[in-house]
């Protein structure tokens, strides 16, 4: 005979459970609440997004529908879904060259990975801002990876933005060796780790932008040996959107040397770059030694 679930001696649930109940319930409504609450569309969104705005503000529908529902993004975001997450991302344009500053791109339209892309951000409001790039968001998860396809579909974006499920390591060294002008990401990583993991693909001459937050600087200044030993140039701080958005976006912004794409790391250490994307995305591992091959540093007893 199967045992009723604790309780009273009915089987039902006591009063304790029940309450459990009504208080998840109420916090389910709460959030279904906030997540209708749609930010009121800024007016610098005009300024950003031109004549592509209703297409940002169906993204930003989406976002609080699907997206909330999905888990891709919290309720409560949606109450600040264009000044911290839409606008934000956007304002990241102004770091992005065009082809004519790019090596080798002149004449065809620059290429941009958004590495992690997640719920979407930064790519698509950065595609919507500039329709001169074509975008790669690149996401390992497969429920997200389905979002990002039917957002791309609904806003009819699939001339220019295209969803990609992988890593960032698996795309750069496997076939077909995918490589791109410009590699973004948003807080993906701590910044030597994030350096080692774009290096493989982001082209010679190609840029790195990482979005990071108020202690930027500080970032900088521990990872800055790891990145310029990875081949990173030009190593600097820029900010975003300063007439747009009440807290300007801090992206810092590197760019790939000729040595780095030989796989020298600019040192001349072959393959630097690869072992170090790998590296950046394994668990560290304690070498175990054995009776025949002992760990290094250990002598083998007689």
Not at 98 to 127: F, H, I, K, N, Y
Not at 186 to 215: E, H, I, N, Q
Not at 227 to 232: E, H, P, Y
Request: net charge neutral; charged share 25%.
């Amino acid at each position: 005979m199967s045992t009723p679930p604790t309780g009273s001696a009915d089987g039902l649930p006591d009063s304790g459970t029940a309450a459990n109940a009504r208080s998840d319930a109420a916090e389910a409504a709460e959030a279904i609440e906030a997540s209708q609450e749609i930010e009121v569309v800024p007016d610098a969104a005009t300024r950003v997004f031109g004549d592509r705005l209703e297409l940002a503000v169906q993204y930003a529908e989406l976002l609080a529908t699907a997206g909330v529902e999905r888990g891709l993004i919290g309720p409560r975001e949606t109450g600040r879904l264009w000044s911290r997450h839409l606008l934000n991302s956007a304002v990241l344009a102004e770091a992005v060259p065009t082809a004519a500053d790019l090596p080798g791109a002149s004449g065809r339209v620059p290429e941009v990975v958004d590495v992690g892309s997640g719920a979407g951000l930064p790519g698509v409001p950065l595609a919507l801002a500039r329709p001169d790039l074509r975008v790669t968001l690149l996401e390992p998860m497969e429920r997200r990876c389905r979002f990002l396809s039917e957002v791309v579909a609904q806003l009819g974006l699939e001339e220019q933005i295209e969803v990609v499920r992988g890593r960032a390591p698996d795309l750069a060294q496997r076939p077909p060796h995918r490589d791109f002008d410009v590699s973004v990401a948003r807080a993906v990583a701590p910044l030597g780790r994030l350096g080692a993991v774009l290096l493989p693909m982001t082209r010679s001459g190609g840029v790195m932008l990482a979005l990071r937050g108020s202690r930027i600087l500080e970032e900088l200044q521990a990872a800055r040996s790891d990145l310029d030993s990875q081949g990173w140039r030009e190593v600097d701080v820029v900010t975003c959107g300063a007439d747009l958005v009440e807290e300007p976006t801090r992206v810092l912004r590197a760019t790939r040397t000729v040595a780095a794409a030989r796989g020298d790391g600019g040192r001349g250490r072959r393959g630097t770059d690869d072992r170090q994307a790998r590296r950046a995305t394994q668990p560290r591992r304690v070498r175990e030694g054995t009776p025949d091959r002992p760990a290094r540093g250990r002598s083998r007893s007689t």
